[in-house]
């Protein structure tokens, strides 16, 4: 194994961390990988190809290559590397609106942290004068790549909880907040005979159809989940919706849920449970991420779903972890 850096090596990596982001977030915005995805290229053409400046570019792409980011293979030339590959626009695992989303409006509302943590209150908001959701709405273009890169990081962890779950036994899910419907769609798809419907706002679900081979079994709804939900079905789903509001933002929607659902109905929640300890987490800087973006959103311990999902008349049945970040918090009627 290779011996550790000096503490003051490894500070100074995590302290210019901002410097990578943005290396990643301009080869995104660039479509450098899509570019290359016919091979490797001259660095003066791929810079006509991209509308950057040659030698601006090709210390990008040095930079990049030092971390395993692109490489070069003769001077000046440039290929794909298997993590360059992931900002590609059709790569199956892409990541790409998720890199070109983090290095822009999150990145500049993570420059207000110092703000969030001295008082509280979303840097998002103190930085722009509204919610992130209302300024997706405003600025409709970024909104799109937000809605990518939702995908994007959505992908992994779908698959992770049809490996872990089994949703066989429920006969109708409602995927409340579901967007774009393409969890629910991939659910349906693996769980036949399960019937679903995807509860989001009518200007979400106005560009979605319901594909031709899940005609009969997919039904798109419009509404809001702070004044209601669909009635009477065996389960409802909320992936990356809780961690967004606070708690009683949160209690509004479960007990919206919990008037809606069926006797013997449950709830499944997809959230980064944060466990104890000193450990590294992934919902532990995600939790930064909704202190800094979100009213009030944050990502919870066991404990604290039990107190939130009690207190809207709902219990806590299980957790289940999955092989990703995120677990499965399976609720009932109390």
């Not at 967004?244 to 006797?263: F, G, S, V």
């Not at 979100?294 to 404990?303: F, I, L, M, Q, V």
């Amino acid at each position: 194994m290779p011996p550790a850096l000096p503490l003051a090596d490894q500070l100074l990596a995590m302290a210019s961390g901002a410097w990578v982001t943005q290396m990643i977030h301009v080869a995104a915005e660039l479509g450098l990988a899509d570019a290359l995805a016919g091979g490797e290229r001259d660095c003066d053409d791929l810079a006509a190809s991209c509308d950057a400046d040659p030698d601006a570019l090709f210390r990008l792409l040095r930079g990049l290559a030092s971390l395993g980011i692109f490489q070069e293979t003769a001077p000046r030339r440039f290929a794909l590397t298997p993590l360059a590959e992931l900002l590609g626009s059709d790569h199956p695992q892409s990541l790409r609106q998720f890199a070109r989303m983090l290095g822009a409006e999150h990145y500049l509302s993570w420059d207000d942290l110092l703000h969030s943590v001295r008082t509280g209150e979303n840097a998002f908001r103190h930085r722009h004068g509204c919610s992130v959701f209302e300024w997706y709405e405003r600025n409709p273009e970024r909104g799109a790549v937000f809605d990518g890169a939702m995908g994007d990081f959505s992908r992994p962890e779908t698959e992770a909880v049809l490996a872990a779950f089994d949703f066989s036994a429920i006969g109708q899910l409602v995927d409340v907040g579901g967007g774009r419907g393409e969890l629910l769609m991939t659910v349906l798809r693996a769980t036949p005979g399960l019937r679903g419907v995807v509860f989001d706002q009518p200007h979400v679900l106005a560009p979605v159809a319901v594909p031709a081979d899940l005609e009969g079994r997919l039904e798109l709804v419009g509404g809001d989940f702070f004044a209601s939900a669909p009635t009477g079905a065996d389960a409802y789903l909320l992936k990356h919706i809780l961690h967004d509001w606070h708690d009683d933002a949160c209690r509004t929607i479960l007990r919206h849920i919990r008037t809606a659902m069926a006797p013997g109905g449950r709830v499944l929640i997809l959230e980064q449970v944060i466990p104890p300890g000193n450990a590294p987490f992934p919902g532990k800087l995600l939790d930064l991420n909704m202190l800094v973006m979100t009213e009030g959103g944050r990502e919870r311990t066991p404990g604290e779903y039990a107190l939130l999902l009690e207190s809207a008349g709902l219990n806590l049945l299980r957790i289940h972890p999955t092989a990703s970040a995120v677990s499965v918090v399976e609720a009932v009627a109390g």
